[in-house]
């Protein structure tokens, strides 16, 4: 249980100071730390991002930042891809998963290095 508290703290912690989904800091946080499978790592993920997400979402809000509209826009489709993803995700290995997902974030990492 202490892990699990330090990990959404964290994650909560850089989620909401860069942006960043909180999915790629807790899955690999989850998996490494607190020896969670993928799959079980990535839907408790999900669902912590939702508790995430809300509190940022009305700490912007309550500094003006909040654009409902836009929100919007961005989450309804974003919604629409969960549903597609994590029914992908159910038909592809653990160890493909793992791949890909290391493969996304170097990704992102290097995009950010070169930006």
């Known amino acids: 249980m202490p892990r699990l508290l ?3 703290l964290v994650a909560g912690f850089f989620a909401a100071l860069f942006g960043v989904g909180g ?3 807790i ?18 993920s999900l669902a912590a991002i939702g ?7 009305v700490v ?16 309804v489709p974003a919604m629409a891809g969960a549903v597609v993803g994590a ?6 290995a653990n160890r493909t998963l793992a791949l890909l997902f290391a ?3 170097a990704a992102i990492g290097v995009m950010l290095i070169a930006a």
């Open 6 to 8: 330090l990990i959404g």
């Open 51 to 57: 508790i995430t997400a809300a509190a940022g979402a």
């Open 27 to 44: 899955v690999p946080l989850l998996v490494l730390v607190a020896s969670f499978a993928e799959r079980r790592a990535m839907a408790t």
């Open 87 to 92: 029914t992908l995700q159910q038909r592809v």
């Open 103 to 105: 493969a996304l974030l």
């Open 60 to 75: 912007y809000a309550l500094h003006g930042y909040l654009h409902p509209v836009d929100a919007a826009v961005v989450g």
């Open 23 to 25: 999915g790629i800091l």
